[in-house]
């Protein structure tokens, strides 16, 4: 059963494009994120717990990942390129800090 | 089980008593011998990626008849955005083997027939659609690998199917009973057919009224009794039986196509999807051709990804990457190879509904996307040997460069960069020999010629749909002619 006092890690949700010409590597961002934030659950597949934030992670700009039935409850984010991972990192540290202060 | 690991794939591979023939002698498996396991590896890519997360967009999606998820090449597509991402999961799939996969002829045999004979049902009060809908669940639901069959011999090609010297160089059926029909004929050129679990037969050409036995569609297993194959030879395929990894320059995938004969067959019922309705046989050709037109602009798209970066390491290793002439080349390369790309997806961006519910490609488009298969490969791989140089062609052996007394000097004379060891300068020679010589050439050269129909074929489909007409019209409005 829950038990509110030791709550369950949040999970960060990585959703993949296909990766039919990625111009990174993809699979290097939930590893990234692991060390980043080691106090969540970051899984690269579907889960029976709700994800705390969806982070899709597209190859290139085409960003063709289909997330639309896919919401994190304190919400998302897309990247497409390597550089923009720190904006990633950044959203998702901010939905850790804000359910944190709740 | 909607969804097979690649080790299940290959073990229901092996429970099948396929009859292979190869050299003259019967193969016990094609999964235990050397020269058809690379080709069996090639398909068990397809199902290993598709249990990968960093590629389940692609090679993954929701079936249409059962709401699971299902590996894409068994599906049938409903929208544009699954025709993009067929495109896209065969160039993954290209990159990732560098050969020929295999299973994209089925997809295109599914994807064909589910809207061909939905129409003839409409016209002729049959029951095809719903003994495929049976067929294409059973399929999704086993995840099987089906040989897609069209080409038959043909024989003398200035005659029509009934009046060849031969009535068997086109399939055709030779009795109907009550519980089914016999066929009797051959299918050339079968790509996997000898490592896949089922076989979709289609007629070749458009046909009329005389033909009705040669206008047959269905499905048998591949252990069906009295259906057997002869392995088609590849140049250098006897090299695998070497045991050397270097000099077969791609040692674990590959790709393999068989004469495949059907010596007095049975079909039951429940697997016929077309017979005799020969107004429906030419629907289902062009059909088919258009799909697997779409289909070379993502699977030679993606062995072309491999072949320019060959060739880019061929240059690094030689120490000649920064020859402005070397650079442009590879910027030649990777131009025609993203023109390849280009026309497989707008053919897939302008797909459209049929009237039983999937989607089919812009036709026009899908032939344009073909007849620069059937060029710009050739201009690559032409491309890749300039690059190479002559050693792609004259490099001593493996053993050579192992054995004690001789290795040293292939070691020494045949290094490049020194920073380079001259084993890998090897690999990547022998990589370009096999795709633009060797055994991928079969796929990456002759198969971009003739697969999916030879450039002739092409041409005549885009003279039916250039619509002429209409631009003779803008250049009289432009001229001002009355
Ligand atoms: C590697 C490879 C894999 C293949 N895989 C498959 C597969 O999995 N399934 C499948 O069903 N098929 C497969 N094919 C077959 C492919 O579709 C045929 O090769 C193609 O349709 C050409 O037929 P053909 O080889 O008999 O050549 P031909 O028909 O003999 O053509 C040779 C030349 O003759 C010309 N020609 C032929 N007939 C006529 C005519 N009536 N009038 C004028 N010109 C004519 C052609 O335009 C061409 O220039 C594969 C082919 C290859 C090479
Ligand atoms: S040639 Fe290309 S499209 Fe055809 S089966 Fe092979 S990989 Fe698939």
């Known amino acids: 059963m829950f038990d509110p006092h030791y709550p369950m890690p949040k999970r960060i949700r990585v959703k993949y494009c296909g990766g039919c010409n990625p111009r990174y590597d993809r699979t290097a961002v939930p590893a990234k994120l692991r060390a980043a934030f080691p106090e969540a659950v970051v899984a690269e597949t579907a889960g029976d717990d709700p994800d705390h934030f969806v982070a899709v992670v597209c190859g290139c700009v085409v960003a063709c990942a289909r997330h639309d039935e896919l919401n994190g409850r304190a919400g998302k984010a897309v990247m497409t390129s390597e550089k923009e991972y720190e904006r990633l990192a950044a959203a998702v540290r901010a939905s850790l800090e804000r359910e944190g202060e709740r | ?482």
């Open chain 2, 1 to 482: 089980m909607a969804m097979m690991t690649g080790d299940q794939y290959v073990e229901s591979i092996r429970k099948l008593d396929i009859k292979i023939f190869m050299f003259g002698e019967k193969v016990s498996s094609a999964v235990d011998n050397p020269i058809l396991r690379p080709s069996l590896n090639s398909v068990k890519a397809t199902y290993d990626l598709a249990l990968k997360p960093e590629y389940e967009d692609l090679m993954t999606v929701k079936s249409h008849i059962t709401g699971k998820r299902i590996n894409r090449f068994c599906h049938v597509h409903h929208s544009t955005d699954d025709l993009i991402k067929k495109v896209k999961m065969q160039r993954l799939c290209g990159q990732k083997t560098a050969s020929c996969f295999q299973r994209c002829v089925g997809m295109d045999a599914f994807n064909s027939i589910f809207s061909t004979t939905f129409e003839c049902d409409k016209k002729c009060g049959t029951k095809y659609h719903q003994n495929f809908v049976e067929f294409l669940k059973e399929a999704q639901e086993k995840d099987w690998t089906v040989d897609g069959a069209m080409t038959d011999p043909k024989g003398d090609r200035g005659l029509s199917p009934g009046k060849q010297a031969d009535p068997d160089l086109y399939l055709r059926v030779v009795e109907r009973r009550k519980d089914g029909i016999v066929v009797r004929g051959a299918k050339a050129h079968q790509t996997g057919i000898c490592n896949s679990h089922q076989v979709i037969v289609m007629p070749t050409i458009a046909m009329g009224p005389e033909d009705k036995d040669y206008a047959v569609s269905f499905a048998v297993p591949l252990d069906a009794e009295n259906l057997f194959m002869i392995v088609g030879r590849q140049s250098c395929d006897t090299r695998k039986l070497e045991g050397s990894s270097l000099d077969v320059g791609n040692c674990e995938f590959g790709g393999m196509e068989a004469l495949t004969i059907f010596d007095n067959v049975f079909v039951p019922n429940d697997r016929i999807f077309l017979n005799g309705e020969t107004d429906f046989a030419g629907m289902l050709v062009e059909r088919f051709a258009g799909y697997h037109r779409q289909s070379y602009g993502g699977c030679k798209v993606g062995v072309g990804d491999v072949l320019i970066g060959a060739a880019a390491l061929a240059a690094d290793y030689n120490g000649a990457h920064k020859a402005s002439h070397v650079k442009d080349k590879i910027i030649e390369m990777t131009h025609l190879n993203e023109t390849l790309y280009s026309s497989g997806i707008a053919c897939s961006c302008e797909g459209f509904k049929t009237e039983s519910g999937n989607y089919l490609i812009d036709l026009l488009l899908a032939n344009v996307c073909k007849q620069n298969v059937t060029r710009f490969p050739y201009e690559i791989t032409r491309l890749a040997e300039d690059i190479a140089g002559g050693l792609m062609v004259t490099a001593p052996s493996e053993k050579d460069l192992r054995h004690p007394k001789l290795g040293p000097y292939v070691d020494k004379y045949l290094r490049g960069v020194a920073s380079v060891s001259t084993e890998n300068r090897l690999k990547i020679l022998r990589l370009i020999e096999n795709l633009t010589l060797g055994t991928a050439a079969v796929g990456y050269r002759t198969e971009s010629m003739h697969g999916a129909g030879s450039p002739q074929a092409q041409r005549i489909m885009i003279a039916r749909q250039g619509n002429i007409e209409s631009k003779k019209k803008l250049a009289k409005a432009i001229a001002k002619i009355e």
